[in-house]
Every structure is written in C-alpha cells, then in structure tokens.
Nanobody, 124 residues
C-alpha cells in the first residue's frame, strides 16, 4: 500500500504558476500509474492528467493541455504537477492518486490510493 502526500498549493494571481508535489511512502510508485485530480467547491472530483509508470505516456484533460505538465521520478518516489498560466477556474483542491492498473483511465474509482489534497486558489 502506498501513502501519498501533496504539497505546493497556495494563492496565485491569474497568469501565474505553481508546482505541486506528491510524495509517496510505503511502497515505490514504480508499480503505479499516477494521476492528478481536482475538486472545486460544489463540484465532482475531475481528472486533470495521468502519467504512466514508465513515463512514456502522459494524458491531460483538455482544459489544461498546454498549460499543465506532469512528471515523475520513481527513484525519488515523487510526482509533480507544473501548472502555468493559471486561471480562476483552476481553483480547486488538487489530489494525486495511484492506479495499479496499466490501463489508462480518467475515472476516479480506478485509483485505489489518494493523498489528502492541496488547495490551489487563483485570483482574477
């Protein structure tokens, strides 16, 4: 079982950048595809992006393509979400999650392990 801990959230002005980090413990993340999700107040948790365990495949939700970049370092047991050109609609709690299956999925229920989330607030 892997434990996940996100950090790096905060308050930023529109057009700014943040880099979120997800630190894993308990087990190496090399056994998992890793996803990022977000949840805004009153909304369902939604898919942001996913990176395969070997880093060969990265997929993004359409609204963040070209602005967000997911990377990972299995040796450091960490995953990152670089967010550029942030918009007020990016405001949410951001979660990292681990999926033991190698089949790419955007579905929340496919991910067995979750962090506690980190708040990102983008002001206009």
């Amino acid at each position: 079982q892997v434990q996940l801990l996100e950090s790096g959230g905060g308050l930023v002005q529109a057009g700014g950048s943040l880099r979120l980090s997800c630190a894993a413990s308990g087990r190496t993340i090399s056994s998992y595809d890793m996803g990022w999700f977000r949840q805004a107040p009153g909304k369902e948790r939604e898919f942001v992006g996913r990176i395969s365990r070997n880093t060969n495949t990265v997929i993004y939700e359409d609204s963040v393509k070209g602005r967000f970049t997911i990377s990972r370092d299995n040796a450091k047991n960490r995953v990152w979400l670089q967010m550029n050109d942030l918009k007020p609609e990016d405001t949410a709690v951001y979660y990292c999650a681990a999926d033991a299956s190698a089949m790419p999925s955007q579905r929340v229920e496919r991910y067995a392990f979750w962090g506690q989330g980190t708040q990102v607030t983008v002001s206009s």
